[in-house]
């Protein structure tokens, strides 16, 4: 019988702490809609400060937040965004900015830590003397931390360079900080400068930060403008929302300082998986809380009977294919925890299951 769970299948699943729940019964509130909830209005204005924007806006998800974001910034129909082909806003957002926004996707491949190389973003953008044929280039969408590859950091000096793109074009610049802060801390670097050449940013408050529901989106007053009514269009006007917004308060004003300590755990769940014999991980690849895995193909062990085992021992993982597993860490997973999943995978080596692992 398991009678231990170590959740790593996201930094989505953590629990509200008791701290967000007694914020969230005593939350003074209002009607959000009117713009008149006063919890809604510190959240926001305590995020726009961090990140060194004009205005900032309660969303209820990270998808809807980018999909408003792409919206306001692509207001005409046949507009065009370039972003990445791993990207989540291309792959995880059921398609959300072409179905509902009319928005089309020009697609540019990501590299191995994220990036798109510079020449190639350029080479997408459509030369506007083809109005006739091509749809119009309006906007420019990085994700950082990326999620796809492994958590991985956009440099200060890359989003400029990207920003710097953008303008010379006439063009928008549209970060996806789902976990920007992660990025902030794995780089040493204040949030504000790393987004500062964007035009907006989403940042989610139930990942890395805890938070039990939300997201926020910053830009400009005008943008903000636009999207706070964007998001009354798309069903996300929700009243007396500062009982959320509490709880989000506390986890941007306590839980940043954890994330530190995630990657940390990241790193030594890599590193102590690959002291085990079969195991083989790149531990300079795990810069944030993010690693993935790939189960060797010549190996006797597929992804799906290695999560299945774990599970059975009260772990949780991601399974992504039949050679790849993803594990996210967050401020609720203890270093116990750690070595408690180690311990586990040294057991499968130990049974002789052959198990070959490596981050993708």
């Known amino acids: 019988m398991v009678t231990r769970t170590v959740d790593l299948r996201s930094d989505t699943v953590t629990r ?21 909830d006063p919890t809604a209005f510190l959240l926001e204005s305590e995020m726009a400060k961090i990140m060194g924007k004009e205005a900032a806006l309660f969303v209820p998800s990270g998808t809807m937040g980018n999909l408003i974001s792409v919206l306001v910034h692509c207001d005409i129909r046949a507009s065009e965004v370039v972003l990445g082909d791993n990207s989540h806003i291309h792959i995880y957002e059921n398609g959300g900015i072409a179905t509902i926004g009319g928005v089309h996707p020009r697609t540019v491949k990501n590299n191995e830590d994220g990036t798109m190389d510079i020449h190639s973003i350029e080479a997408a953008i459509r030369d506007p003397a083809g109005e006739l044929l091509f749809p119009t280039t309006r906007l420019i969408c990085l994700e950082n931390t990326h999620a796809n590859s492994g958590g991985r950091c956009l440099s200060v000096e890359y989003t400029d360079r990207v920003g710097e ?15 920007i802060f992660n990025a902030s801390v794995a780089l040493g670097v204040p949030v504000h400068r790393l987004v500062q050449a964007a035009d ?7 990942k890395g930060l805890g938070a039990p529901v939300g997201s926020v989106i910053v830009g400009s007053e005008t943008f903000i ?42 790193k030594i769940l ?39 085992y774990l599970k059975d021992h009260g772990i949780l993982v991601i399974y992504e294919g039949e050679f790849r597993i993803r594990i996210v860490l967050h401020h609720q997973i203890s270093a116990s925890d750690v070595q408690y999943t180690l311990s586990c995978f040294q057991v499968t080596n130990l049974a002789h299951m052959h198990i070959h692992l490596c981050v993708y």
């Open 16 to 36: 509200p702490t008791e701290e967000m729940r007694a914020a969230m019964v005593t939350a003074e509130v209002d009607d959000d809609v009117l713009a008149h």
């Open 165 to 179: 793109v953008a303008k010379k074009h006439g063009l928008k610049l549209h970060i996806d900080g789902a976990r």
């Open 200 to 206: 907006s940013v989403s940042v989610c408050l139930s």
């Open 225 to 266: 403008t636009k999207a706070r009514r964007l998001r009354k269009t798309l069903g996300g006007g929700m009243r007396q929302v500062g009982i959320l917004c509490a709880a989000a308060v506390v986890a941007l004003r306590k839980n940043l300082s954890k994330l530190e300590g995630d990657h940390k755990k990241a």
């Open 270 to 308: 890599a590193d102590g998986l690959n002291q085990i014999n079969g195991l083989r991980v790149d531990a300079a690849k795990v810069e944030t809380n993010i690693i993935y895995f790939k189960v060797m193909e010549y190996s006797r062990m597929t992804a799906e009977r290695l999560c299945k």
